[in-house]
């Protein structure tokens, strides 16, 4: 249960940041100085050359490597590695003013000025070319240097391009996934609605505000197509450095829930994950509720590879300058926030940025050095007690956890449901769903694999599919192989409603999981924000809930058919009526919420299955409120990580268990004291 380290030349914890020397080129004693502050901070490697194309190719066709080559030497001498990056996410204005094809057009077909950033079309040839032919030699040059540790794929890939080459593209893509057939597509898009029937390929068009928007076939598919080209475009920048270095890795960094690209597409291409976290600490609500979605997101990116440990690529070592409100991290959070990554599988803890600019949009983001340009800030003696916290975790590196518990979250089944115009416009709330439903199991130290509908099921004892509203092609008949091999499997209301196409199924919801489920249903009332019914518990139901909860926004109008009823509805035209099933099914048994509830009632209800299923906590105790205990292992030790998200102290009760402190290097047993926004990483010997 142990990965090998991103690079083996250098087997520890990464911390460092982007690092952007190309601002700098006239200022050498800046970059001299850099380097000073960097080992004072106890940072190894740096991200390299990001946004730096047109310092490297300030004309067409003529380099310059120079400075890039003093920097890497710089880093070298000093025992710092670069995660050197390719430039494609900015090109260099001269290439947009020569070749106007490569930049992006807009959903109304109206094409971008030259300027920002990710402003360039995936498809062009011309951009894939000079990428491609940038990257070659930068991997030429750099092959053999001993700074190169990993390669660093662009920068955020995200947007959209509907030029005329995008459209094209677009129709290729079709006709490939239809098999040259348009009776079969328009079969799939439904496009008999509205008279919308395609007679010819050249008369599709990519979504537009000008024009459709409301075939839901054509919108999916077209998000679909976004992925898929984005995809291979990150194919063509990775060919030359793949020939060139083989054994160097590559990555892109993700960002987190963004909802433009699939990444579970992306993930088999990539070699180690990498994301960018912003969380808004200390905001409106309690910073333990922010740290759970976090985490649903870390576990994401270490699911995306099953299990392989990933990287925190950018995270702000103080405050950001584009939220609404960019408030400061209070004491104890920098070092809380960077060891929570490490927690849930990251091996690195990495900046956005390593020193402020003077000028541009960003010049007031956090960054480790500030435009003071020393160390005597609070924030730079916050990152260097995180570089020095790293350096006694060389035991974690490639460690991982393989969970009891997954739950789904699906990009496409998202995308399907922001798109369909009902049963709300507002609210329908997927993400903040699936989040939802993992809080119960982080708040009692649960290790969770968040994953998609085309993942393996088998090794979990607990499967959960909130708002399963698309299921594609095979998915329900896996799910009840799960549960008649003796898994239990959770639903909810807004589940299995179309397929992969955004047809609805025929015969009655939850469509291919009613056999599964035992019910269907028959309606769903979509109530006011102000509206409110209760559920009310069965008396003497198997599953021994006491109380009565809220039900808001959402009550699915179910009829049990196999399914046996553990609660049903309090008030309204459907009181009486199921709120929560069970249907026992082969070895196991499949739950049915048909309410969306409060988090009382997700609380209760997970707590009754962890205990009923036995499922494994990462310490055996109960965790105060804010306090989360995260699991590492390497099959023969356990490292546990104790993390106080409360602005309070907290005690953790370790009962009689005895643990190594990993950083103080006593061992510690019975209560122990957790300050506020503080944290303990213990180790057991298993």
Known sequence: MKYPPINCKYPHMLHGGDYNPDQWI?????????????????????????????????????????????????LADNNIYAILATPSGARPLWLAQKYPEVLRVRANRVRNLPGERHNHCFTSPIYREKTRLINKMLADRYKDHPALLAWH????????????????????????????????????????????????????????????????????????????QTLEFYKNEIAPLKEITPNIPVTTNFMGTFEGLNYWEMAPYIDVISWDNYPQWHGNR????????????????RSLKGGKP???????????NWQPVSKLKRPGMHLL?????IAHGSDTVQYFQWRKGRGGSEKFHGAVVDHCGHENTRVFNDVTEVGKTLEKLDDIVGTTVKPEVAIIYDWENRWAIDDALGPRREKKDYLLTCQSHYRPFWNRG???????????????????????????????????????????????????????????????????????????????????DDDVNFIVPEKNSTLELNDEYEAKELCDLIHTETAHVLARYKSDFYAGRPALTVNEYGKGKAYYIAFRNNNDFLDDFYEILVDKLSIKKSLDTKLPLGVTAQLRTDGENKFIFLLNFAPQKNIVDLKQVEFLDILSGEKVSRKIELPGYGLRILKKVL
Request: proline share 5%.
């Open 26 to 74: 006239k200022n050498p004693e800046i970059l001299d100085e850099d380097i000073r502050l960097m080992k004072l901070a106890h940072c190894n490697v740096m991200s390299v050359g990001i946004f730096a194309w047109d310092a490297l190719e300030p004309e067409e066709g003529k380099f310059q490597f120079e400075w890039l080559d003093n920097i890497l030497d710089k």
């Open 153 to 228: 794929i662009s920068n955020e890939y995200s947007g959209e391009c509907h030029c005329p080459l995008c459209q094209d593209a677009f129709r290729t893509w079709l006709k490939q996934k239809y098999g040259n057939d348009l009776d079969k597509l328009n079969y799939a898009w439904w496009t008999a609605f509205w008279g919308h029937t395609y007679t010819d390929w050249s008369q599709i068009q990519s979504p537009a505000p000008n024009g459709d928007t409301k075939i839901h076939g054509l919108n999916l598919d077209w998000m679909r197509f976004v992925t898929h």
């Open 286 to 301: 309690p910073d333990w509720e922010l740290a759970s979605d976090v985490s649903f997101v870390h576990d994401i990116n």
């Open 310 to 320: 990933f990287m925190l690529m950018e995270s702000t070592p103080s405050m950001t």
């Open 337 to 341: 926030s960077s060891i929570h990554a």
């Open 446 to 528: 649960i290790s969770v694999d968040v994953i998609d509908m085309d993942a393996d099921f088998s090794n979990y004892k607990l499967l959960i599919a909130p708002m399963l509203y698309m299921v594609r092609p095979g998915v329900a008949e896996r799910i009840e192989k799960f549960v008649k091999d003796g898994g239990t499997f959770i639903t909810t209301y807004w589940s299995g409603i179309v397929d992969e196409n955004d047809l609805c199924f025929l015969g009655g919801f939850p469509g291919p999981l009613k056999k599964v489920t035992g019910i269907w249903s028959e309606e769903i009332d979509a109530l006011y």
